[in-house]
């Protein structure tokens, strides 16, 4: 097979594709006692406001060993309620990197705050601290830092980046990482707030969802507040106090999540260890596959960072190839491999280049990256079928638009990766 796949055609000029039916990039999961939990709210006293919520909060919070988690009804709905708290208003600036999913720098227009984009390490395309420390001004309320694909940000060094300035906020764009550490500290607990996404893509779902965690139990009341109309006392404890006194304090939203999602995101959150560590053996395969793929370039993690891979996205050495990255992707996709690209630099989008005047040259290097990047199919129910599948289409690929073989290399018998470690399920 080997052999055939060199000189295989691609299935972009006609041949035949490394798999009939497409491999999504992501992809959820429901089990049936997922399905049970569900059925058993459904039937009880409460689908909304009642005691599932805050009993996936407090689950939540265990998880991730923060003192308080505040469930909203979606990822971008934590982000927002997170520039609420700490109080992002208009004439308020908060650095965010442009290498993220656009509810990162949303949230804080939302608010009318002024998102300041910040460049990115090369080979994390993590916001880079010492850039965000140039980008600070009189006006700096927050940094926003992503955990982009799963890693968790250099907080120690953003932290030292602000020892002067003890009243800039750190808020974790956590999305990408539920279940990662750096060290010993759980993704959760590295930040002054850290926001989650409980969409389908994404570790643990409620089909749609979001939580913030916090050690800051006044942060947390306003943002229970805040998911609630700005309404000082939910329907609940009014109940109790036979009342129907209640005060409107502050211009908040309805950003409940119901029982019904908390408690599929309880029964998922049981499964958040195993899940990780799929996708960690998930990485392990396609990095020892890819290190014959000199092209073909991982993201570095950073030391002591444990990856939690929400994406796998690799770096695409076009200088090396006769193509560029749109037709690698199309290609990539002909062969029945879902790649994806995470992200377009959310200051290329039209809004943000009307409204602040940004556009292409504010940040060159997730520009740069931009043009190379790949998010490969990741996701924990992936058999070993697929995971070959999708390095046997990269190692394809990228043989047929090789300018010219490099030196030294030789002639190989078998696909990059070979066909897969056996022990790897
Ligand atoms: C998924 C995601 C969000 C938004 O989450 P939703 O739950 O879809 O609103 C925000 N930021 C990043 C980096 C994400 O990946």
């Known amino acids: 097979m080997g052999d055939t796949l060199k000189t295989a055609q691609l299935a972009l000029h006609g041949g035949a594709p490394v798999r009939a039916e497409l491999l999504p990039y992501g992809r959820h999961e429901i089990d049936d006692d997922d399905v049970a939990a569900v059925a058993r709210v459904l039937r009880s006293d409460w689908l909304t406001g009642g005691p599932t919520v805050a009993e996936f909060e407090a689950a939540f919070a265990r998880a991730v060993g923060a003192p308080e988690a505040v469930a909203v009804n979606s990822g971008t709905a934590a982000l927002h309620a997170a520039m609420f708290a700490i109080g992002v208003g208009p004439g308020d600036e908060v650095v965010v990197p442009p290498m993220t999913f656009a509810a ?11 998102p300041v984009f910040v460049d990115v390490d090369a080979r994390t395309l993590l916001v880079d601290p010492a850039k965000v420390a140039e980008r600070l001004t009189e006006r700096t309320k927050a940094i926003v830092a992503v955990d982009y694909a799963g890693q968790p940000c250099d907080y120690d060094a953003l932290r030292r980046v602000l020892a002067g300035r003890p009243e800039i906020k750190i808020v974790a764009d956590a999305c990408h990482a539920l279940g990662a550490r750096d060290g010993s500290r759980p993704v959760g ?18 089909g749609e969802g979001g939580v913030v965690t916090t050690a800051d139990p006044a942060l947390a009341a306003r943002m229970r507040m805040f998911r609630n109309h700005g309404i000082t006392v939910d329907h609940r404890q009014r109940g109790a106090r036979s009342s129907w006194i209640y005060e409107i304090v502050e211009l908040g939203y309805n950003y409940r999540l119901t029982d019904v999602q908390s408690a599929l995101g309880l029964s998922q959150l049981g499964k958040l260890a195993a899940r990780v560590a799929r996708r960690q053996a998930i990485a392990e395969t396609y990095i ?44 990539l996709r002909r062969e029945g491999i879902g790649v994806n690209v995470h992200y377009i630099p959310v200051h290329f989008h039209p809004f943000y280049r009307r ?17 190379q990047i790949l998010t490969l199919p990741m996701f924990p129910a992936m058999t070993a079928r697929d995971i070959r599948d999708v390095v046997d289409a990269t190692a394809k690929v990228i043989e047929a638009f090789r300018s010219e073989p490099p030196g030294g290399r030789g002639h190989r018998s078998e696909p990059p990766g070979g066909r897969g470690p056996r022990s790897e399920q």
Do not use: M, W
């Open 288 to 331: 020892r596959a890819f290190a014959s793929i000199p092209e073909v370039q991982p993201l570095a993690v950073r030391p002591g960072a444990t990856h939690a891979y929400h994406l796998f996205v690799v770096r695409v050495d076009t200088t090396r190839l006769s193509t560029d990255r749109a037709t690698l992707f199309a290609a």
């Open 104 to 114: 990162s720098a949303n949230a804080i227009v939302y608010q009318g705050g002024t």
């Open 355 to 371: 409204r602040f005047g940004f556009g292409p040259g504010l940040c060159p290097i997730a520009e740069a990256a931009y043009e």
């Open 189 to 206: 607990t590295l930040a002054d707030l850290n926001a989650f996404s409980l969409h389908p893509v994404k570790h643990v779902t409620t």
